[in-house]
């Protein structure tokens, strides 16, 4: 039974080209850059400088003890010397909706926000950030519901209870409209703006000049939209690429052999066995009492092990409805090739730093190996192998990022890949999605990710997570350390990066905030 649904990669392309009028002539007759912008501070020349990174935050559901809003007030002692915020995806849950902006971003982030000391004045799709807000699209901004679903949960009360583990999880009458309120909260939303004003629209606010054309000048307190679901802009001598993974994620077919219709069974029956385990556990949800404490940590652990079956769930249906038919975002992934050649043949760049959602390498218990996570591995790897041998010499034994930042696992883990036999070897992989959702568990299996290369037909380590800090113990002894990431670009071609891991963590019925251990990528 799926109470989500993810439009097609296809849909999601073309709805939003459609809303920021990507296919437009204007901007090409002014030679104006759609896929980039300046971030006008003032400080942009600074070789050092700071960021932060959040990622997997948008939940309202903690009424009272909201770890979200735990992070963002710790947040608040950085925004004095930190530039910018990276965001990794999934800014809204459960689907993306329009009306859960409110409770679920504003609310939280309110000293962020102008206007933010009264946050219900706020439009969703009129915010203006004091410190930049820069994020790539999740699964979950994404997302829909079916209007059936939607009607049960505003109208039937004790039904919500009854599917506690679904529907008491910011679920509204509708979800995300196939991406349409992140791109209205966060995208340069031209839609609505007639042909007549988009002249004098592009000329107000395209108007930073750099070496690939005209494009958007980012003033923080002032302008806040950013010029596409992907995008570029370069900061201290750092380019920053974003991309929307969700349009570049499908799995490869299932072959029509004997092994691949096999597999397809297995995959069918663990399908099955799944939703068995969901209808158990909304049926055991309904025997706890949301307002008695230790109900409702055992209610906790329903939800997230629900969270995780409906997850599962979807990357079993991408793997099942694959065929030769499925679209990949090649425009995109085009896109960043071209401009990772480009950085590498600028010399006044010294480093790049990559961010998206979701993780090729990671060992959270639910993502490590979905069929989603192996293909945005091959698909980096088929980009990362082309940039190579492009630029040739260039990197001079660097890897060709510097960090590559993501969310989708509700964890914070630190990961480096060894020799894979392609160009995303020696590259350092943070992925950051544990700052406000339900946190998720390391795999059984350890720290060591492997690979079959079947030209060799032998089993090799790939990559190795070096920290990794999510859901741990069991009852009084369960540990749930939420977290985000403070970065300092420090001087030097390439530069050193210092990695500070922030932590917010409920004992004892008290928020206990500390920092992790920092380290030196």
Known sequence: MKFVSDPTTAVKIEKMKTRLRSQHPLPLSKGIDRTRFELDDGKSGDREFSFLVIGDSGSGRHIKNNPQRQLAKQMLQHQDNCRFILH????????????????????????????????????????????????????????????????????????????RGHFNLDVGWHGSEQGKAYARAFLDYLKDIPDFQLGAHFDRHYTAETDTGRCLRYQPGEFTRLPNRYYTFRYGGIDFFALDSNTFNE???????????????????????LERQQVELTARSKEFNPDNPHHAEQ????????????????????????????????????????????????????GRILY????????????????????????????????????????????LLDLVLTGHAHCLEYL?????????????WIVCGGSGYSLRRQREEGSDLTEMFPESEEERLVARSKLFLGRKGRGSHKQRPYSFLRVDVLEGSPPKLRIQPLISERTHHQWHDRQGEAFMI
């Open 88 to 163: 990794t995806g999934d800014v809204i849950y459960l689907v993306g909706s329009s009306e859960y902006y409110p409770q679920n971003f504003i609310e939280p982030y309110r000293e962020f926000i102008v206007g933010g000391e009264h946050p219900d004045r706020i439009a969703y799709n009129k915010m203006v950030f004091k410190l930049p807000i820069l994020p790539v699209p999740g699964n979950h901004d994404y997302y829909d519901i079916p209007l059936l679903y939607g009607a049960i949960a505003q109208a039937a009360q004790p039904l919500r209870h009854l599917l």
């Open 356 to 399: 998206f959602h979701h993780p090729p390498y990671v060992t959270e218990e639910t993502k490590w190996d979905q069929g989603q996570t192996l293909a945005i591995r091959r698909q980096l790897r088929w980009v990362l192998d082309q940039v190579a041998q492009e630029v040739g010499d260039k990197t001079q034994g660097r890897p």
């Open 299 to 350: 209610l906790d652990d329903l939800e997230t092990k629900l969270e995780q079956i409906e997850e599962m769930q979807l990357d079993i249906e991408k793997q099942l409805e694959s065929d030769e038919n499925t679209v990949t975002d090649i425009e995109q992934l085009n896109w960043f090739k071209q401009r990772l050649i480009h950085s590498w043949n600028t010399e006044e760049v010294r």
């Open 251 to 273: 799995p490869t077919p299932l072959p029509d052999t004997k092994e691949g219709r096999q597999y397809r069974r297995l995959l069918e029956k663990r399908r099955d066995e």
């Open 416 to 428: 480096q890949t060894g020799d894979t036999g392609h160009a995303d070897s020696h590259i350092h």
